[in-house]
């Protein structure tokens, strides 16, 4: 019953000799399967040991960064005063407020799909000016101008189309800047940053 | 067992079997959108087809991993075991679905090649909070995927039952890997200690019902046989025999079927040629020896397989004294001819 590698020719003698080399590597008798069960015993026993860990392990590693849950984009009229723009090639950031400057609003407009799925916005400890790279690691910085997620707070998330508007929490004094970055929190990397003058 | 490649076996049951699974898929599906539409409304379809296909593929990889053990704790789950492999296609499929559009969606929009962006998109290796997931779950697939391929029994043949059976023991590895793929990924961005019972309860289950059934196999196999005469084995009386059913012996380093056909007692190995299942677990129908898992069939005076099959297991020499039966562990080679051990000459001998 079992493959002789001569058998095969052509395309298939590679798997031939894959097989052949497999069948001399394994020492289990086919006739004497009481091994097999007791591999299959050893096989859950080091299972029994390594699943509990690994559960525990990855649920420890958790880090301490806000979680990145649906945060839905307002329903609300948007408001009547853009503060202040930033236009890319793929997307327009604007900051939306009323007359008294007590209300704020954050869109988010894709003029073209977005190449990362997984986004969110982060509103980043602020400080007068950025100059993030492309590919920020999320390790870099700390405190006032930090690119570590961790000190940063959720904005929204977004998806590769759309228009979207977040309500966002300002306490305005002028001067000020607003520091965004788009994250991709599958890769893990920080995607863009955007600074807007208040 | 067929003589002939036919891609797949159809019988009644197995169609039956096959509606079910689909049944079951979409039913599942249908609630698990209908949820997710009423709970999250701004949920995108890329992310309600990569969610309900993964989830989906991991219940039914725990019911395929509870197969085994079930089996081996209660003959009733055999017809589970019989099907498995449907089943075990139906979970590689939704799972290829899930890993197929989660790399279309989050990895063909750049420049890289999306097999390459898998692995070099995110290159925290070293970090358990920031571990790259993604590359668990392809493993998990390209395993998934050789075992799926190679389910066929036109595999098994000419891969070799070993070789067959060692490919198809990493779905363990599989397993392990597609839970890390869970708990670094999903269970990482929700945070819902709901997800981590479920998962662990899950494995919780797995494990013991495997570790229970490999005891009770252990302990099978351990039991001493020390009445010993003339080469031959004390097992049982004739009346722990039940017509057309056979006891199970484990005698040195494998396992022996005992079989009683209408008046004779005949031995032969207990492990079918096609994939290792208990032939002493199954009964006589039309005077084969059918086995449990596949119904691989062989006459139980020579185990050999009815012509045109070409399946043959060794058999033993077998005596009755007194209604006691006696067997000798030697085995004869494959499909070599014994009479079998007649119930009303034996007895007086």
């Known amino acids: 019953m079992d493959l002789q590698g001569d058998h095969y020719s052509g395309n298939c003698c590679i798997l031939a000799i894959i097989i052949k080399a497999l069948d001399k590597c394994i020492k289990i008798e086919i006739l004497m399967i009481k091994p097999q069960r007791r591999g299959h015993y050893y096989a859950w026993i080091i299972l029994a040991l390594l699943l509990p860990a690994g559960i525990v392990f990855a649920w420890l590693a958790i880090s301490n960064a806000e979680p990145v849950k649906w945060i839905k984009s307002s329903n609300s009229d948007l408001l009547p005063l853009i503060k202040s723009s930033s236009r890319k090639k793929e997307y327009c950031v604007s900051l939306r407020t009323d007359k008294n400057y007590t209300q704020w609003q954050l869109e988010w407009e894709n003029i073209t799909p977005l190449t990362v799925p997984t986004a969110v916005i982060y509103r980043m400890p602020s400080r007068n000016a950025l100059h993030y790279g492309r590919q920020g690691n999320r390790n870099e910085g700390g405190g006032p101008g930090s690119t570590k997620i961790e000190d940063g707070i959720l904005v929204g998330r977004i998806e590769a189309r759309g228009i979207y508007v977040f309500p966002i929490n300002l306490d305005y004094s002028g001067n000020q800047e ?4 788009l994250y991709d929190f599958i890769h893990q990397q920080i995607v863009d940053t955007i600074n807007l003058a208040l | 067992m067929s003589t002939s490649y036919v891609a797949v076996g159809w019988n009644r049951q197995k169609k039956i079997y096959d509606w079910l699974i689909f049944g079951f898929c979409f039913v599942y599906l249908s609630i698990f959108v209908l949820l997710s539409l009423i709970f999250n409304g701004e949920i995108t379809f890329e992310t309600l087809l990569i969610r ?18 079930l089996c081996r704790l209660n003959k009733n789950f055999l017809p589970l075991l019989y099907n498995r492999r449907h089943l075990g296609v139906t979970m590689f499929s939704l799972a290829l679905l ?6 279309f969606q989050f990895h063909s929009l750049s420049n890289t090649n999306p097999f390459v962006s898998l692995f070099i998109s995110n290159t925290n290796y070293d970090s358990l909070a920031a571990f790259p997931f993604q590359a668990l779950g392809f493993f998990a697939l390209v395993i998934f995927f050789l075992m799926a391929i190679t389910s066929h029994d036109f595999w098994l043949h000419n891969l070799s039952p070993k070789v067959w059976k060692t490919l198809h023991m ?14 670094f990924g999903v269970i990482h961005y929700e945070r819902n200690p709901v997800f981590v019972i479920i998962i662990f309860a899950g494995a919780v289950i797995l494990v013991a019902l495997h570790l229970l059934a490999g005891i009770k196999e252990r302990r099978f196999d351990n039991r001493k046989f020390n009445l010993i005469k003339g080469g031959f084995v004390y097992v049982c009386s004739v009346d722990e025999l039940e017509n057309s059913r056979a006891k199970i012996f484990c005698l040195g380093k494998e396992r022996i079927a005992v079989f009683r056909h209408e008046s004779k007692i005949y031995a032969i190995h207990n492990v079918c040629k096609h994939q290792g299942g208990p032939l002493g677990e199954g009964k006589i129908i039309d005077g084969c020896i059918t086995c449990p898992w596949h119904g691989y069939q062989y006459l139980p005076h020579n185990g050999q397989s009815p012509p045109p099959f070409k399946e043959k297991v060794s058999t033993y020499d077998v005596k009755v004294i007194n209604d006691v039966v006696w067997l000798n562990p030697k085995p004869y080679p494959e499909g070599m001819e014994r009479s079998g051990a007649s119930l009303t000459i034996d007895n007086h001998e």
């Open chain 2, 170 to 183: 990493f779905v363990y590895l599989a397993y392990f890997l597609v839970l890390m793929h869970v708990m």
């Open chain 2, 52 to 69: 309900s296909s993964s989830t989906l593929a991991v219940l039914l990889l725990h019911v395929i991993l509870a197969i085994g053990p």
């Open chain 1, 178 to 181: 607003l520091n965004l970055i």
């Open chain 2, 98 to 103: 899930h890993g197929g559009f989660s790399i």
